[in-house]
């Protein structure tokens, strides 16, 4: 999943208006955002395995402890903590904790069988949507258009900036999903993947931050 997980985030806004968009975002996205670190630190690891599935060339044959079932859990619950110690948003507190572990859930819709259950063994489960491209692009192009429906639903700008903004990036989304599909080839190194995912994450987590304070609730929010 890509946009997919992005999905997630925009929907949540619908059931924790007062919460920002990019810790919204950030919940479905954390165990990608550990995931390049890991790699990094050497605690887990990946490879490129051309025409492993046909919509992606990773082999993910090591990654229990950013995408494992009882890891996404553990990890949800510590960000649920962390944002509940400094906001006390409960519905904000119940939407990040759901966003994480849906990571979990919707790659196992996606993946080959390769998702763990716990680090350290145990069976790798998978349903693998990815060996169907257009099934792939479908699936996470309708949930994005749902998730951008009921965040716009519920916001309203207050400026060009909220308007704009927001259109723009939903825009480079589907540019972005849409072009690595058609118009790149395997990637040349695991190196490169890292480090473009790295700088991606910063930006799409950024701009959404930004435009969100420019969009208020269109409806006085729940505490």
Not at 28 to 40: E, H, R, S, Y
Not at 206 to 215: I, M
Request: with cysteine.
């Amino acid at each position: 999943m890509f946009i997919g997980h992005f999905a997630v985030g925009f929907a949540a806004k619908k059931f924790a208006p007062k919460s920002s968009l990019a810790v919204l975002l950030a919940a479905p996205l954390f165990l990608d955002i550990l995931w390049p670190i890991f790699l990094v630190l050497g605690w887990e690891h990946v490879r490129i395995f051309p025409g492993i599935t046909r919509y992606n060339d990773l082999d993910l044959y090591d990654f229990p402890w950013s995408h494992s079932l009882l890891m996404s859990i553990i990890w949800a619950t510590v960000f649920a903590l962390i944002y509940d110690r400094l906001t006390h948003y409960r519905p904000g507190v119940i939407a990040v904790w759901i966003g994480v572990v849906s990571h979990w859930v919707l790659d196992f819709v996606s993946h080959r069988p390769d998702m763990p259950l716990y680090p350290g063994g145990g069976p790798h489960l998978g349903l693998g949507l990815w060996n169907s491209v257009p099934a792939t692009m479908i699936v996470e192009i309708a949930m994005l258009a749902i998730g951008v429906y009921l965040y716009a639903s519920c916001t309203r700008a207050k400026d060009r900036v909220g308007t704009y903004a927001f259109v723009s990036y939903v825009v480079v989304l589907l540019l972005l999903y849409i072009s690595d599909r058609f118009d790149s080839g395997t990637p040349p190194t695991v190196s490169a993947i890292l480090w473009c995912g790295i700088i991606a994450e910063i930006v799409l987590l950024g701009w959404p931050w930004w435009f969100d304070k420019h969009r208020e609730a269109v409806f006085q929010p729940v505490s």
